[in-house]
């Protein structure tokens, strides 16, 4: 017979698992619900939405450094994100100088700090640059999916598959995990985790091409998006991993708490960034060999 305690904690953990799991379905139904009607509207409504989620997202980024005793500037690091998804966005001629002018204001104040005995502003100017631009210039990417012809099928042709891909590693890895992915970035990730979410978001980029393409939503066959849930899928863990980076530094465990069962907003949007950094150009590429 099995030992109480042994029992006990076993029907603890799968409590957990479950509980766990509950929040997160919740959290995500409540994200869909209110996500879902701007990406569909597109244009203002979408833009702020995605500016909602990288200013909260670049907030929490910055109050991560201060807790390593650094000091980002926070404001601008926020700012100069929104400055840069609204230039992305309406006023794209105007991107490049934008983010130039960023940089420029960052380095200023840096040296200001300095010269007023802040020994360590270089590394803190580094911090805030790095802030704009993973999240204002790489996250805007996803300003540039929505905007292609056909963009709301393209955005969700890139982001469900990463999603799918991030469930079937968690699952697989939670039951059958045994060999670490990255023991001291994420050391409950695991390569039998990570190979079925690559398997899985294969499967799901197949599936939705064939979903678009089977009630005329988008001209996409099944190869293309087998590409896409391939090459996002192997590389948009690099995104969760380098944000848990960030974490693992300051010794925290979700950069945020806004969204019950899935920590802050910094903890959602990390494979996103990647997923649209990188399927934006794979999308132009896959349209460019087929003549579009």
């Known amino acids: 017979m099995p030992n109480a ?22 959290t995500a139904v409540i994200l869909a619900a209110v996500g879902l009607p701007a990406i569909f509207v597109g244009g203002i409504p979408y833009l702020l939405l ?19 005793h650094y000091q980002p500037l926070s404001v601008l690091t926020v700012g100069g994100v929104l400055a840069i998804l609204t230039a992305r966005a309406l006023f ?41 631009v993973y999240l204002g210039w790489v996250g805007a990417y996803l300003l540039d999916v929505r905007n292609l012809p056909g963009g709301i099928w393209w955005l969700f042709l890139v982001l469900l598959p990463v999603w799918l891909a ?29 190979w079925a979410g690559v398997v899985v978001g294969t499967l799901g980029g197949v599936l939705f091409a064939w979903l678009w393409k089977r009630f005329d939503l988008l001209d996409v066959p099944m190869w293309s998006g087998a590409i896409i849930g391939l090459v996002l899928s ?14 693992r530094w300051v010794g925290v465990k979700d950069s945020g708490n806004l969204f019950p069962g899935h920590g802050g ?22 349209q460019h060999v087929r003549g579009f």
Do not use: N, Q
């Open 5 to 26: 305690t042994v029992v006990l904690v076993a029907s603890l953990r799968r409590w957990k698992i479950r509980y766990m799991l509950a929040r997160r379905v919740v």
């Open 50 to 68: 995605i500016a909602f989620f990288l200013g909260v997202a670049s907030w929490e980024y910055s109050r991560l450094c201060r807790r390593a």
């Open 92 to 132: 794209p001629l105007w991107a490049e100088e934008t983010l130039t002018v960023l940089v420029l204001l960052a380095m200023g104040i840096h040296l200001m700090r300095y010269e007023r005995g802040r020994d360590e502003a270089a590394l803190d100017f580094a911090l805030t640059v790095g802030g704009i």
């Open 166 to 194: 991030d469930s079937g590693a968690y699952f697989v890895g939670v039951r059958w995990g045994r060999h670490r992915l990255s023991p001291r970035l994420s050391p409950k990730k695991s390569w039998e985790g990570y």
């Open 234 to 247: 192997l590389f948009t863990t690099l995104g969760d991993l380098g944000e848990s980076m960030f974490k």
């Open 265 to 286: 907003v910094f903890d959602r949007v990390d494979s996103w960034l990647w997923a649209a950094a990188l399927g934006y150009p794979l999308v132009l590429w896959l």
